[in-house]
């Protein structure tokens, strides 16, 4: 049987035998929906709750945009939501970056998007910034419940109206990317977003599990409930809007708009639907992130590892296809993440216990995976030495790869995986 995994801009074939293919494992397909600015004008017309034109007339207005990492289609969010705007007092926009890269060429597109469509729609008041979590010019709302420092950049505070943009899938540890991650860590200083990520050591804190999911036993996500908390400090006395949406290679899904808690727990429900899948673990897996952007850096990349790793049986192999044209990761992670996971791997899980570094958390659950199977192997641009440093096997040939299981073991399964990092596998 023929399959292909996304990989970069294309598309990578593999043929396995079907009696050694357990199952190909994709986001369920559901119908896309062609004009997308047909619907999200449609949602924004009809609300859960009053519409933006409503609450934005004679106020400040914050739009928090996310950051060119999010493969959503950033023309039409903005095309729909900025006309909306023309009454308001003065509109800001900030590219929710949280602490990934700032001056990215992908950023300063989203930028000049803004400027074009603002102007085109003539608002009158408006401004640009993109969060940077290194600077010190923030605003102090306190500390959470958990002891997290509520830090944001200067440009997101004080807002009468905050508008959240939001593509949701499952996250691995923040339970679903949301409209609550555009506020922490998206708007917020690098010692709130270092306290919030430390609760991702916390086995609680995983895909599937959020404080605004449906299912009262599927809330407890520490690191998820103090976002929230950090979002109703910063948003205090102010109104909170949501227009969010599910995408599936910057094609649209899904799209809902209004109250912050209910838009987010529609959209969780039909992640469920469409990305959740119980499975039968096996004993060698294939895992594509879902091409660029998903697979830009390694510390992308490795997403798709967390979501899918309930699919392969301890001591099994993973054979694991990401382009990784920006290298590792970004420059602030490299210390953390990719030289940290250079060491032997008991160290790197000794060492993060004791004290935690923001990304740390990525090195900690890749050491954890690297354990619990027998290889991971990887067909990426990466060289050969930057893989083999961080315990894993750089292959030419993903062909070669699947055959040679097979060799070995006439009746071997092999479950593949595509589009891994809007999955969320389950252990049946």
Wanted: hydrophobic share 40%; glycine share 6%.
């Amino acid at each position: 049987m023929k399959l292909e995994l996304t990989y970069g801009d294309g598309k990578i074939e593999v043929e396995i035998p079907e009696k050694n293919l357990a199952a190909k494992v994709v986001p369920k397909a559901i119908k896309t929906i062609d004009d997308i600015l047909t619907e999200l004008n449609r949602v924004l017309d009809n609300p859960h709750g009053p519409t933006i034109e409503d609450l934005s007339k004679s106020k400040n207005v914050c739009v928090l945009v996310e950051d060119h990492t999010r493969d959503e289609p950033h023309f039409e969010l903005l095309s729909a939501v900025i006309p909306r705007l023309i009454d308001a007092n003065k509109v800001t926009f900030v590219i929710t970056t949280g602490s990934h890269e700032v001056n990215h060429p992908g950023n300063l597109a989203i930028v000049e998007l803004i400027n074009q469509v603002s102007k085109d729609t003539k608002i009158q008041s408006f401004e640009v910034s993109i969060n940077d979590c290194q600077d010190s010019d923030v605003v102090d709302f306190g500390k959470t419940s958990r002891n997290t420092p509520v830090l944001i950049g200067k440009a997101a505070a004080g807002h009468d109206l905050y508008i959240a943009i939001a593509d949701m899938k499952a996250h691995y540890f923040a339970g679903y990317s949301n409209a609550l991650k555009d506020f922490l860590p998206g708007v917020c200083a690098f010692a709130s977003i270092e306290a919030n990520h430390a609760m991702a050591l916390d086995p609680r804190s995983t895909f599937g599990i959020h404080p605004y999911h449906s299912l009262e036993d599927r809330r407890n996500n520490p690191l998820a409930d103090d976002m929230r908390e950090a979002m109703e400090m910063i948003t205090k006395g102010a109104k909170v809007f949501t227009l969010s949406v599910v995408t599936n290679g910057g094609k649209l899904v899904w799209a809902d708009a209004g109250e912050i808690e209910l838009v987010t727990q529609r959209g969780i429900e039909l992640l469920d639907e469409i990305a959740s899948f119980t499975i039968t673990s096996t004993e060698k897996i294939v895992v594509s992130p879902g091409g660029y952007p998903q697979d830009k850096s390694l510390y992308h990349a490795q997403r798709a590892l967390e979501l899918t790793k309930n699919a392969v049986k301890p001591g099994g192999e993973i054979l694991f296809l990401a382009e990784c044209r920006d290298g590792v990761a970004p420059e602030s992670a490299i210390e953390n993440f990719y030289n940290k996971l250079t060491a032997p791997i008991d160290e790197v899980t000794e060492s993060i216990s004791d004290r935690y570094h923001l990304y740390e958390h990525k090195a900690y659950k890749f050491a954890e995976l690297l354990k619990q199977v027998s290889s991971i192997k990887m067909y990426t641009d990466l060289d050969d030495e930057t893989v083999r440093k961080v315990h894993m096997e750089k292959v030419s040939n993903v062909q070669a790869i699947i055959d040679d299981w097979i060799t070995k073991d006439s009746d071997v399964k092999i479950t593949v995986l595509d589009k891994g990092n809007k999955l969320a596998i389950y252990a049946r």
